[in-house]
């Protein structure tokens, strides 16, 4: 993948705020008095233990599901007083497995990325080829447009539905563990893209991640979780500390400057690799 992004025009702001979110599956309380206010025009990275709710809240801010109580607000309006496309034209989300339909060749599964930005007077047009050619350009997958989704190996689905993502052209991108399924060159260049699709666009990008030192490195704003919870909250610099990933992960680690970029860089202590006693 590029990391040079084919436009640079820039997003306009936007207020995402949630308030005393409750949000529960079947019943289950899965994340209970939220509130989170996510930065305009930065990129913000969300971590935490398994099963603390990272996923819950970006299906929750994506329309996914519903609160059962509290609210999320889109430019002081409640998100599910938007209609569908509006929505969609300001908030995408790329899940954590998403599903393709069965026999949908690439080229099609990226242009499905335009449905927001057609309607009853607005069919294709050249500019939705455009933008789902770029998307595929960047996510270097235009080789495989004729190609069926389903005979793809799984870093190569991966990047496909980047860039149905990058496609549909929202101003906020969601995205719940975008990095899974790829090797480490492609990791590092699909947050070298986000990144640039957030410095020359300003779009708002906001993503799980399980690695916390390239959460580290790529986040301006960090969102600590645990239980349901939002333990911390803010640039890295400020809160990532060996008491927070204690906190949050049960680990003990070391925090180090990382040597490339100078972000906190988490050094895991394990049984077998102890410091040496001083």
């Not at 689905?157 to 975008?178: G, K, S, T, Y």
């Not at 979780?225 to 680990?251: K, Y």
Request: one cysteine or more; aromatic letters at 4%; hydrophobic letters at 40%.
């Amino acid at each position: 993948m590029t990391p040079e992004p084919a436009s640079t025009e820039l997003k306009p702001g936007h207020e995402l705020v949630a308030r005393s979110l409750d949000l529960a599956y079947d019943g289950r309380t899965v994340i209970a008095g939220l509130d989170l206010a996510i930065p305009d025009g930065e990129v913000t990275v969300i971590v935490g233990a398994n099963a603390c709710g990272k996923s819950t809240l970006l299906r929750g801010v994506a329309r996914l599901l519903r609160p059962a109580a509290g609210v999320i607000e889109l430019d002081g309006k409640e998100i599910s007083s938007y209609p569908a496309k509006e929505f969609a034209r300001v908030v995408g989300i790329l899940p954590q497995s998403p599903i393709a339909p069965e026999g949908i060749t690439v080229a099609d599964l990226v242009g499905r990325g335009r449905y927001p930005h057609q309607g009853l007077f607005r069919q294709w047009s050249s500019t939705d080829g455009s933008a789902v050619a770029d998307a595929m350009r960047v996510t270097s997958t235009t080789q495989l447009a004729g190609r069926r989704v389903e005979e793809l190996s799984g870093g190569q689905r991966q990047r496909v539905w980047i860039a149905m993502a990058l496609a549909q052209d929202p101003d906020i991108l969601l995205l719940d563990e975008p990095t899974t399924f790829l090797d480490v060159t492609h990791q590092i260049e699909l947050l070298d893209l986000l990144t640039e699709l957030n410095r020359s666009r300003r779009s708002t990008i906001v993503m799980v991640l399980h690695d916390l030192n390239l959460a580290a490195r790529y986040a301006d704003h960090l969102v600590v979780m645990s239980g349901g919870e939002v333990v911390a909250n803010g640039t890295p610099e400020d809160i990532l500390t060996a008491d927070l990933v204690r906190r949050a992960f049960g680990l003990e680690s070391r925090i180090i400057p990382d040597p490339v970029c100078g972000s906190p860089m988490v050094i895991p202590i394990g049984r077998f690799h102890r410091p040496p006693a001083s």
